[in-house]
């Protein structure tokens, strides 16, 4: 199990004030020196917080896995066939929403994805993961496409507001692990974890290969810096790693 690392809001607060700093990549180079496994980004159609330049020089300072978020837009796939990271964890995108808020709706995306986006990718050494819920439906249809992998998205246990809620979203996330596991695939897993939160889901939900965590992290490292901050997150995960 290993962690990698969303810089994303690191290049949010850059943009806010337009004064080139902090840098994405200063933060992905202290985010590796701490233990991470790698670094996530999106690169949004918006450019909102990551962008074009930011892509290029990761993938140059990056030394472990580089996780291109994406959208399955032509552009996206050209850039990614050019920059040739570790893996692509193709998302859906909205402009109106804050953050990504939910698994990909594989019956709607199943012929486009066998049709155009994995004929263009399979073959070129890049990794494919699907950002998913743990649903039973969509799960199947990434293994019929042959995808190397599922990102479980955990937004919901994260944001449960009542106990039985998160115990059944955990149950939802082990069952859908284990179906994932059994088709093949590499079992990623994603979105609000923090390390509140954090523990109980590793110590539950098997098969578990990337935990991409990024604004909970970086919003904790304001108060204890970022080495730190990683090392907290990888103290929780390393005690399930044997």
Known sequence: MQLLVNIDHVATLRNARGEGYP?????????????????????????????????YALKKAVTGTLDFEMAATHEMINMCLEVKPELITLVPESREELTTEGGLNMST??????????????GSGIEISLFLDPNPEDID????????????????????????????????????????HDLGMKVNAGHGLN????????????????????????????????????????????????
């Open 141 to 180: 249809l990434a293994g019929k496409l042959g995808s190397d992998a599922i990102e479980l998205h955990t937004g919901t246990y994260a944001n449960a507001q009542t106990e039985i809620a998160r115990t059944h979203e955990l149950e939802r996330l082990k069952e859908g692990a284990e179906q994932a």
């Open 195 to 242: 390390l509140d939160n954090l523990d109980e889901f590793v110590s539950t939900v098997p098969h578990l290969n990337d935990v991409s965590i990024g604004h909970a992290l970086i919003s904790t490292s304001l108060f204890k810096g970022l080495h730190n901050t990683v090392e907290s997150f990888l103290e929780i995960m390393n005690k399930y790693n044997h």
């Open 23 to 55: 840098s994405p990549v200063e933060a992905a180079k202290v985010c590796e020196e701490a233990g991470a496994s790698g670094i996530v980004f999106h690169l949004r159609k918006d450019r909102r917080h990551i962008r074009d330049e930011d892509v």
């Open 109 to 122: 995306h199943f012929d486009d994805f066998e049709q155009r986006v994995f004929p263009k990718v399979q």
